[in-house]
Nanobody, 124 residues
Framework: VQLQASGGGLVQAGGSVRLSCAAS????????MGWFRQPPGKDREFVAA????????DYADSAKGRFTISRDNAKNMMYLQMNRLNTEDTAVYYC??????????????????WGQGTQVTVSS
């Protein structure tokens, strides 16, 4: 599967951004999926995950209550709605897919495929 993330940009603190991840190739409903980010000068970190059917989600503590992950398998798309952004959310955001997955499970590790990343910059 090939993944392409989009939707990043420059946003003021307190604002919102919606990221999209378009999948092509094998049907996306066969993959568990997630979002990760890499802040400047730091390692890549987990943000959110969603199971193959889209009914189970998992969030990093930093994302809980502010971010919402969703997917539309009919359109081969995944999304990350980010609200109440702050400067610590500045990062390159990556979407990822994991082929070895259980239908009901979400995962924080073990992803096989990665998108190219989209930059989100939050200004104070």
């Amino acid at each position: 599967v090939q993944l392409q993330a989009s939707g990043g940009g420059l946003v003021q603190a307190g604002g919102s951004v919606r990221l999209s991840c378009a999948a092509s190739g094998r049907a996306v409903n066969t993959y568990s999926m997630g979002w990760f980010r890499q802040p400047p000068g730091k390692d890549r970190e987990f943000v959110a995950a969603i199971n193959r059917g889209g009914y189970s989600t998992d969030y990093a503590d930093s994302a809980k209550g502010r971010f919402t992950i969703s997917r539309d398998n009919a359109k081969n798309m995944m999304y990350l709605q980010m609200n109440r952004l702050n400067t610590e959310d500045t990062a390159v955001y990556y979407c990822a897919a994991r082929g070895r997955s259980i239908q009901s499970a979400t995962y924080r590790t073990g992803y096989d495929y990665w998108g190219q990343g989209t930059q989100v910059t939050v200004s104070s």
